[in-house]
């Protein structure tokens, strides 16, 4: 029996790790100030990464324990991607934007010993302090004022600078141990969710798997010769793999920091001159109005990466037209590490046609590495065909297969991840997404498509946000609701918008409700919370206009 001769060598964060400081040593990482900015090469980050893994040593961090991260897109958050599971222990992303009892909920849950905070954001997190029952130590990043969180603290949580823990870790004390590539690297919680938070738990070998897999050419690779500015944040399902995939490239990371809104985001792309970026809808529709009204200059930019939510057509051809940028859509979840699907048009589609901005309004094609298929609500497996609609279940190697503590089976369908996102499939691979199965409206027996309303909603000139939800209805059993948000000053009637809707979509689909908002509720990532909506109706607290 011929058995493989290869080498049984570990897929895991510390091979990266050492592949990125080796080759890519004068690459850099620049951290966003506001008024001034911060570098590092590959070099100094590395070095500064060991000191932080000997610190958290020192502290008593041993394999398997659970260390926090309360921080935005900084190049220490960067130093804890590494120095965290080059040790064993395991990277715990805190989303800052999380509900009090969430945030307490997950920090007890994954049972965190260690929570590395920036001093901006120590009153956000004092508001839960006391109820963190398993946290010993808090480690500040910055010299700015946190007696509001030492006031917050049990009694006996002990308090360092993280300065200071890296000056007097001895940077030849590091060694790195052998870890195991099943072994836990990171983890992260599930956000939107009813509930509370479900944590997944990455392994060394799923986060390398999912860098190699991102950084093929049908997904959106960098180089050395990029600079990359990951906008979307690194407590949001690992900054969907930039961070790793940009230092094994060796590109430039370009680190916003909190500085999330259009005027500084354009100031700093106009200084730094990012290649390439990745973000939510909700920061491009900002920066675009921005630019409406302001001079800037985003001329570097060559591509985007768009994700997390339905990216509208309008808002891609947008920055097609006018600044030759191609944005592309991804597709994933915190269970996929997150990306599992781009949207390349395929072979022999001319750039910058109509055909080509019809691929790439799809969700997109699945990664190597990702298996799709498209279930219905019997169960049933259905045909690729472009037609039949079901929802998408996953599996592969950056796949969860279960929940950390919660075993949730009924997210879990014969070894296949539910995702809860109903889509139809092309024969060759590609995917659009309809709808979320808790948001789809089921009209008469119908399925209308939330997605395709809010998407020609937003192409509408007058429109700066859309969001379509279902309501109740006496004779069709539900009928869509469109929350609408109108520019400073339009005029535009619900009889305008229904007749603009009308040249894109069947006439029974057209909503009969209207209400005109301020804003559309967001998650803590940045998504339409439709849940809030649904709750405004149900309270009478919207203003509906009928048709």
């Known amino acids: 029996m011929i058995e493989s001769t290869m080498q049984d060598f570990p897929l895991n964060v510390g091979m990266m790790f050492r592949h990125g400081r080796a080759l890519h040593g004068e690459s850099e990482v620049v951290t966003f100030e506001g008024d001034h900015t911060r570098r590092a090469t590959f070099t100094e980050l590395a070095a500064r990464s060991e000191r932080l893994a000997v610190a958290l040593r020192d502290l008593g961090v041993a394999p398997g324990d659970c260390i926090g991260t309360f921080m935005w897109n900084t190049q220490e958050h960067l130093e804890a991607y590494f120095a965290v599971p080059l040790q064993g222990a395991i990277l715990h992303t805190l989303n800052i934007r999380l509900f009090p009892e969430q945030l307490a909920y997950i920090v007890n849950h994954a049972g965190d010993r260690v929570i590395l905070v920036g001093d901006d954001l120590a009153p956000a997190l004092a508001r839960v302090a006391a109820e963190l029952d398993t946290v010993e130590f808090f480690v500040v990043v910055g010299d700015g004022d946190v007696r509001v969180l030492e006031e917050a603290a049990r009694d006996g949580v002990e308090f360092h600078r993280y300065d200071d823990l890296l000056a007097a870790a001895d940077p030849a004390a590091f060694e790195f141990p052998e870890i195991d590539e099943w072994a836990p690297a990171a983890m992260c919680y599930t956000s939107g969710t009813t509930g ?261 909603l937003l192409a509408h000139p007058d429109v700066v946000e859309a969001a379509v939800i279902a309501v109740p209805d006496p004779r069709w059993d539900e009928r869509p609701l469109a929350c609408v948000v109108l520019r400073d000053g339009a005029t535009v009637t619900p009889v305008e918008l229904c007749e603009f809707l009308g040249s894109y979509v069947a006439k029974w689909q057209l909503p009969e409700r209207w209400t005109f908002i301020s804003e559309v509720p967001k998650t803590s990532v940045g998504k339409f919370d439709k849940k809030v909506l649904r709750a405004q109706y149900a309270d009478g607290d919207l203003a509906v206009v009928e048709l």
Not at 337 to 346: E, F, I, N, R, Y
Not at 390 to 395: F, K, L, P, T
Not at 421 to 427: G, K, L, P
Request: proline share 7%; with cysteine; hydrophobic share 40%.
């Open 196 to 456: 509370n938070p479900k944590g997944v738990v990455y392994s060394h070998r799923s986060t390398f798997m999912h860098t190699i897999g991102v950084s093929t050419g049908t997904g959106v690779p960098y180089t050395w010769n990029d600079r990359v500015l990951p906008i979307v944040p690194m407590f949001h399902a690992m900054a969907w793999g930039a961070p790793y995939s940009a230092w094994m490239a060796g590109a430039d990371l370009l680190m916003p920091n909190r500085y999330l809104q259009a005027e500084p985001l354009a100031r700093f792309i106009a200084a730094e001159r990012p290649t390439t970026t990745c973000a939510v809808p909700t920061i491009w529709s900002d920066l675009l109005r921005y630019s409406e009204t302001h001079d800037v200059d985003y001329s570097s930019l060559q591509r985007i990466m768009c994700g997390g939510a339905a990216v509208p057509r309008a808002l891609m051809q947008a920055f097609q037209d006018r600044f030759g940028i191609r944005m592309l859509q991804a597709w994933g979840l915190t269970e996929t590490s997150p990306v599992a699907a781009v949207a390349l048009p395929p072979r022999g589609v001319e750039p910058g046609t109509a055909e080509e901005m019809d691929w790439r309004e799809k969700t997109g094609r699945p990664l190597p590495g990702v298996e799709l298929r498209i279930v219905g609500d019997d169960d049933t497996i259905l045909p690729w065909d472009g037609e039949a609609v079901g929802e998408i279940e996953a599996r592969g190697s950056w796949i969860t297969g279960s929940y950390y503590g919660d075993p949730t089976p009924e997210k879990f369908h014969d070894g296949w991840l539910r995702t809860g996102d109903i889509a139809t499939i092309t024969r060759d691979g590609y995917v659009k997404i309809t709808d979320r199965a808790k948001d789809v409206i089921k009209s008469g027996g119908e399925w209308i498509s939330s997605v395709e309303l809010e998407g020609r």
